[in-house]
């Protein structure tokens, strides 16, 4: 059975159909059908229940505890100061924050990606990042401001949570790409396993909750991956900077995510094959990105008093 993390949701907690990957078409054609009281129920259930277990939630609780267990003693310390003791990054009210207050703080909904060009081969700041700000220079905005011990208690707070969840999503490899406007796959439709789902939901949820199913607790299996990482591993994941890795992550959402989904309106079904392909690339970027989110959060509270 699956744990059950998602309890700590609040009560009217529920993903739009949009970020469970279903094509708004069939949504709407299943909800705007005259459908009996009991089938609308059961079916609300059914899309329902998976969502409040916090699909789509896990990628991120993953790397910020991978992140966490190899944070240096000052960092720990300078966290607990300003979360509280209790707090973890690892937390979902921590780790997820960003997506839940992203609908109430509109200037924050460019900050999650950033559309660099199918065809480019890295990422420039002066085409790809518009004035209201992408996940690069976010990630570059929060460590400063997390970093300023002047800076008010709270406005730290929330560096640390911004910082947390971008260096998260710099690493989907869909966060840092478009192709033909589709936003990062949002709207590239394909079928998988036979529903219609699109892309970029693939890459956020599902790929890794299919790698997951041995260890459906986010902690159980960020500490597994994490039991992976080798020295060499170590040394090499934590070079480079926000614009580096959304380079990487660029060039993997064209060699990889995209790899075998044509952009014909008809695309070859997905299913193991993709899985067995794209699975531990997937948990490969979520290594790299807790070792970097850890590298980060040590360096802004290098030179932190403890309390
Ligand atoms: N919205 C627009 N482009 C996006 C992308 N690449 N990733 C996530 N959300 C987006
Ligand atoms: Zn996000
Ligand atoms: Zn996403």
């Not at 059950?4 to 159909?17: E, G, I, N, T």
């Not at 000052?74 to 924050?97: E, M, P, R, T």
């Not at 990630?139 to 970093?147: D, K, P």
């Not at 478009?178 to 949820?205: A, K, M, Q, S």
């Amino acid at each position: 059975m699956r744990n059950l993390p998602a309890m700590k949701h609040p009560p009217h907690y529920s993903v739009p159909a949009r970020s469970r990957g279903l094509k708004p078409a069939y949504k709407g054609r299943m909800e705007g059908r005259l459908i009996p009281a009991c089938l609308a129920g059961a079916l609300f259930l059914a899309l329902a229940l998976p969502t409040a277990y916090g699909w789509g939630r896990e990628g991120h609780v993953i790397v910020a505890r991978i992140a966490e267990d190899h944070l240096t003693s000052q960092a720990k310390a300078g966290i607990a100061a300003l979360l509280g003791a209790q707090s973890s990054i690892a937390g979902d009210a921590v780790a997820n924050w960003a997506d839940d207050i992203r609908p109430h703080r509109r200037e924050s909904k460019t900050w999650h990606y950033v559309n660099i060009p199918f065809g480019a081969d890295h990422y420039d700041a002066k085409r790809d990042c518009p004035p209201a700000g992408c996940v690069v220079d976010r990630i570059g905005h929060f460590a400063r401001v997390l970093a300023d011990k002047k800076a008010g208690q709270e406005t730290r707070v929330e560096a640390l949570k911004f910082l947390v969840h971008f260096v998260g999503d710099v690493h989907q490899p869909l966060h840092c790409i478009e192709r033909d406007n589709d936003r990062g796959g949002n709207e590239c439709t394909v079928i998988f396993f036979h529903e219609v789902r699109n892309l970029h939901w693939i890459w956020d949820d599902e790929l890794i909750r299919r790698r997951m199913h041995l260890y459906p607790d986010p902690i159980a299996f960020a500490d597994r991956l994490d039991k992976r990482i080798t020295a060499t591993q170590t040394a090499e994941f934590t070079k480079g900077d926000a614009a580096s890795w959304a380079g990487e992550s660029h060039r993997a959402a064209r060699e990889v995510a995209y790899a075998g989904v044509p952009t014909t309106r008809i695309k070859p079904p997905l299913a193991e094959d993709y899985v067995r392909h794209c699975g531990p690339v997937a948990e490969n970027l979520l290594m790299k990105a807790g070792l970097r989110l850890a590298r980060m959060l040590n360096t802004a509270f290098e030179g932190e008093h403890s309390r």
